[in-house]
């Protein structure tokens, strides 16, 4: 069984919520990331969002583009991310990894050397922010017969008949947006979000995470009642920023503590 | 792809197909957040291309508001002094707010009424598709919102301030390489945030379907006009079309209606820069390969790591690392040819051009201009060439005046 389920599977299990965690490779520097991830893990991230940095990354706040940018300025690629993940598994063989970015990237290196070298690294699951599943195909098929997860974005507009189709490509889990909005946005509607989940839980039995604008414990609680997970990005990838001076040991452990009171957060539920 | 039997059996009038893709260009690259949005669009235009009212209303707006239809002229003095085939300005510089962008801008914000939508947001480069945008929002009373490349704000200051006239709010992007393809990503952030109230006014044939098609539909009337001009001034088609080529919407509106006329050649002309053998242009169908960028599959500026890379020409407009999904698919198809002038060439040109006829060309249109120069000579005395003189180069003038070491 692939890790994302094993995981999510053992947290249902024992009523707990996950927490995923998303920091961009390479920022602010490349050897921060490696020892961030093990650090997130140390403190409580169930699994781990690692975004490969892309010149355009549309989706994104201002946080998350400015640890884009930070990223590229030390030219890590999607091939330099797989390389930090195979890292990671030589001491964290547990812990689901799932790469999140943009299509061009992937699509540079090509769906098929993607899917092997990702298997071979270690990576888990692809969500590609740009990329609905009905322009992926190709790229969903290869990723399957890797054994690694398709995750997809469904969105406050998507239509319930439209998410009928997004999670019949779907595995792993499903990716709800919160809000209507780039990353890090500040206005999350706690009651749509719930009302959503409860809908989509009649379509289908995949774990649901909710991402976009969650930023403490409070926030991530309120959406933890009815979510299996909780995502949280802009809040750490802001933090790693402001501490860019710092040796990477400096930054892995103060990002990671940010997580700490989420985790509490999520664990009284 | 590019043998003779693809290109007969082409029907150039069904394409994009039913998911907005031209062969394997084109398409819906977009966070989920915009599916509907889109849908909503492709299935409100559909509806709206076909009625007769919407149609008049368009043509009306064109008449009376633009100016149309624009002349084609023969540049007679010009043609004489280059010595070869007669080359013939389709003058969509005439148009009013000086380029052929306002048939677009006009189109869309039709359809941002029949929407309901009371907001509106545009990118822009060079600052002709913004002005054009603040132009018909101001016309319609709606409110105006124009993302502009920080960078391209200090190039463009007067079109700024033609914008803010207008009452247009324009915000300047300094993330990424603050010009046309960041003030791109910003449009979009902007959008998937307020995607209830806002319509997003594309200027070029790019972005997710369906804009390419359909900005590319409301960009027809140039090659429409310029068919039925042909017939009554040469009397026949022209030999060959020349426009330049940023995101491509001059140049598909001119070229789409002769798609099927076999006997036209089309050369679209992308900014060379520096020149193509210094890495240093805008030439993505010169020198790129096919990759996925603002919502669509097409030939793109990219590294080995499929990092958009920057571009370079003179030309704001032309300063863009993608280009329309249409003219990627119509290169492999071989139905056009794809060609690069670089800065100096352009630059000769606009000065040529202004000398010799008394027309200030954009420095976007004067890279078609150059072209035609050297097509008009290899093709010789008693062919005819069509050039889309796509915008008027009184934007320019600072630009051209401080390669002049002149402070205007």
Known sequence: MNRITQCLQTLKESNRKALVTYIVNGDPVPQATLKTMHALVEKGADIIELGVPFSDPMAEGPSIQRGHERALEHKTSLRNTLEVVRAFRETDSKTPVVLMGYTNPVERMGAETFATLAKDAGVDG???????????????????????ENIFLLAPTTSDERAEKVISMASGFLYYVSLKGVTGAGHLNVDEVNARISRLREQTSLPICVGFGIKDGESAKSVGQKADGVVVGSVLVSKMGDLADQPADVIAEQTAELISPIRAALDEL | MSNDNSKQSVDFNNFPN????????????????????LDDLTEMYERLKSDPEFQREFDHDLAYFVGRP??????????????GANIYLKREDLNHTGAHKVNNTIGQALLAKHSGKTRVIAETGAGQHGVATATIAARLGMECYVYMGAEDVKRQAINVYRMKLLGAEVIPVTSGSKTLKDAMNEAMRDWVTN????????????????YPKLVRDFQCIIGREAREQSFEMIGKLPDALVACVGGGS????????FLEDEAVAMYGVEAGGDGLETGRHAAPLNEGIPGVLHGNRTYLMEDDDGQIIETHS???????????????????????????????????AFRNLTRVEGIIPALESSHAIAY????????????????NLSGRGDKDIHTVAEIDGITV
């Open chain 2, 195 to 210: 995607v209830d109230n806002t319509f997003y006014i594309i200027g070029t044939v790019a972005g997710p379907h369906p």
């Open chain 2, 314 to 348: 003179v030309s704001a407009g032309l300063d863009y690392p993608g280009v329309g999904p249409e003219h990627s698919w119509l290169k492999d198809l071989g139905r056009v040819q794809y060609v690069a002038i670089n800065d100096q060439e352009a630059l000769a």
């Open chain 2, 70 to 83: 624009s002349p084609l002229y023969f540049a007679k003095r010009w043609s004489e002094k280059v010595g």
């Open chain 2, 372 to 387: 035609a120069e050297k097509l008009a000579k290899e093709l010789g005395p008693g062919k005819n060439i069509v050039v």
């Open chain 2, 250 to 257: 001059n140049a598909i509106g001119l070229f789409h209606p």
């Open chain 2, 18 to 37: 039913e998911s907005g893709h031209f062969g394997q260009y084109g398409g819906r690259f977009v966070s989920e957040t915009l599916i509907s949005a």
């Open chain 1, 126 to 148: 692809l969500l590609t922010v740009d990329l609905p599943p009905e322009e992926a195909p190709n790229l969903i098929e290869r990723l399957k017969s890797a054994e690694l």
